[in-house]
């Protein structure tokens, strides 16, 4: 046997073995806020990182480690970090790199949630956002000033599914020294490792496939441990922390742990300081997912390459988005990058607009109406009039949202069963 284990191997097994007091199999929810120092030494080296151990559940937990080094493994990063949400482990990402004055040179394809932080709560804390298209790689170089501090990225965009070219937009982070922080939600890690593809931190909703059953929210971000932080530019790697203990990141931790600088101070600073840490009851719920995440996606894909193809036939859907489409805008790249299929979500456009899509999800019975992807049930909605309406009908445009757009998130039910319930409710248009 190789020493390097298959996804599907490390999708089990990765962090976790059974435990040596208890001998239990699987994974234990340690349901604790602390954890008692065996002596005062031990207590002190742990406080000023000598020794890596546990302290209090909001900064590390037994449970949430096992699924950090689950992540860590599938994403093929150095350390990872788990957070109470998708959207916590992105603002800590960005306050762990950028301070007030700083800029994000981001794509403008973005989650909802991602496009207000970085439009509306980020700027009041004095760190701005070039918005950029994501389907022009050289627009990101562009809108780089002195100021930038990262380029962000979705592997598979909001809302249109339109799939970054990840090593072209890398070449560029790398060229201006910039790391590329890349949200892989769309696509997990089981369809893309965006770290082989050149990306620096990745970040994921656990909220979706990777949970995969629609039951926890959480998030978890992955330093690829592959960005060197010691220019001063960064200067929040450089000057003395006085978050914590006067430490420069890039320069006193030494080559092992300057590595991981990132995730180092990531789970120190916004981690401990602010607070919005993960329960060990969620991260078990996530680990059970994960352990089935190479079974589901192969089947999310199938089936969202099915609608599609159907949809694309449809006389009442005006077109359709599906990166792994003959002829769809994205498909060329997708099939570079997304080899083992191009994930659960299929958007298209009803005819009637903005009334006619509502019709449809109304109309709908086996799909859910609600505002989320990724479970093993289909879900629908119509995101101009609810995930994206705090945007302006041109922020809108611009990210790829017209009012007809109906978004799907295609699960794992019998395929006859979900083209069946599309079919009766378009036929009700
Ligand atoms: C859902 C989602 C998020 C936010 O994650 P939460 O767990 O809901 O906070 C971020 N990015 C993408 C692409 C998402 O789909």
């Known amino acids: 046997m190789s020493d390097k284990r298959g996804f599907e191997t490390e999708a089990i097994h990765a962090g976790q073995v059974p435990d040596p007091t208890t001998l239990s199999r699987g994974v234990a929810v340690h349901r604790t806020s602390s954890f008692v120092f065996k002596s005062a030494e031990h207590a002190a080296n742990l406080f000023s990182l000598k020794e890596f151990g546990n302290i209090y559940s909001r900064l590390g937990n037994p449970t949430n480690a096992v699924l950090e080094d689950r992540i860590t493994a599938l994403e093929g990063g150095a350390a ?61 170089e562009k809108a780089i000033t002195p100021k930038t501090r990262l380029l962000y990225i979705e592997t598979i965009g909001n809302p249109a599914l339109d799939v970054a070219d990840i090593p072209a937009i890398a070449k560029i982070a790398q060229k201006h020294h910039l ?35 629609g039951s926890a929210i959480g998030g978890v971000v992955t330093d690829g441990g ?15 922390d006085k978050n914590y203990h006067g430490l420069r990141w ?28 993960l329960s060990p009851d969620n991260s078990w719920i996530f680990l059970q997912g994960i352990e089935s995440l190479h079974v589901r996606m192969p089947r999310h894909s199938e089936n969202a390459l099915a609608v599609a193809e159907h949809l694309s036939k449809h006389p009442k859907a005006s077109w ?49 109406h609600l ?19 705090q945007l302006t009908e041109e922020q809108q445009r611009e990210s790829g949202l017209t009012p007809d757009l109906v978004r799907l998130s295609i699960g794992l039910e019998s395929i006859e069963d ?3 319930d599309l079919d009766q409710a378009l036929a009700k248009i």
Do not use: Q
């Open 179 to 213: 790391p590329l922080v890349v949200d892989n939600t769309f696509a997990t890690p089981y369809l893309l490792k965006p770290i082989e593809l050149g990306a620096n931190i990745v970040v994921n909703s656990l909220t979706k496939w990777l949970g995969g059953h």
């Open 80 to 140: 990872s970090v788990a957070a109470a949400s998708g959207t916590a482990a992105i603002f800590n990402t960005i306050v762990t790199i950028a301070r007030v004055g700083d800029e994000i040179v981001s794509a403008s394809n973005l989650y909802g949630g991602t496009y207000t932080l970085f439009d509306a709560i980020f700027p009041d804390l004095g760190i701005t956002t070039k918005f950029v298209d994501a389907r022009d790689p050289s627009s990101f």
């Open 320 to 368: 359709v988005r599906y990166p792994g489409l003959k002829g769809d805008p994205s498909y060329d790249v997708a099939k570079r990058l997304l080899t083992k299929g191009s994930g659960g979500m299929v958007v298209f456009g009803v005819k009637g607009g903005r009334p006619a899509g509502e019709k449809l999800i109304e109309s709908l019975k086996l799909f859910s």
């Open 418 to 420: 979900i083209i069946g």
């Open 250 to 277: 890039a320069k006193d931790l030494g080559p092992e742990l300057g590595k991981i600088a990132f995730a180092l101070r990531n789970r120190t600073v916004p981690l401990r300081n602010i607070g919005a840490c």
């Open 226 to 240: 592959n960005f060197d932080w010691s220019d001063d530019k960064f200067e929040l790697f450089n000057k003395p």
């Open 371 to 389: 505002a989320n992807v990724g479970d093993t049930k289909s879900l629908a909605l119509h995101p101009a009039s609810t995930s994206h309406s």
